[in-house]
């Protein structure tokens, strides 16, 4: 999957360990790593397992149209699909299988 960043400082901190473990500490760090590369590996966002210890979802409320990926609880990586416009099913949610691109938003505890 291609991947871009909402922010230099944090394609830095998802792309070299160090800065990660100075930011997040070395368990997290090491979390945020292994999502990364499943991220990369993945085709479309539908290889991502929606069970744990990935569990890919989408997020209600105030981040409604925002995904996200478990890192140490209650931590995770939030992104959303970069497509223009954002492809979806016939009942109006995201296609997952069509999403090949995504922009990475923040690391944050979202509770």
Same mark, same amino acid.
């Given at each position: ?8 400082? $944090?394609?830095? &901190? ?9 930011? !997040?500490?070395?368990? +997290?760090? #090491?979390? *945020? ?11 479309? $966002?539908?290889? &991502? ?9 989408? !997020?209600?409320?105030? +981040?409604? #149209?925002? *995904? ?25 949610? !995201? ?17």
């Amino acid at each position: 999957m291609r991947i871009f960043f909402k922010t230099k400082r $944090l394609q830095k &901190i998802c792309s070299q360990q160090g800065e990660a473990i100075k930011l !997040l500490g070395a368990k +997290r760090a #090491g979390k *945020l790593m292994q999502r990364m590369m499943e991220l990369q590996a993945a085709r479309t $966002l539908a290889d &991502i397992s929606h069970l744990p210890p990935a569990r890919c979802h989408a !997020l209600t409320g105030n +981040r409604s #149209g925002q *995904l996200s990926v478990d890192l140490e609880h209650p931590y995770r990586l939030l992104f959303i699909p970069a497509h223009d416009p954002v492809p979806t099913r016939a009942d109006g949610g !995201l296609d997952w299988r069509l999403v090949t691109e995504i922009e990475i938003l923040e690391i944050v505890d979202t509770h």
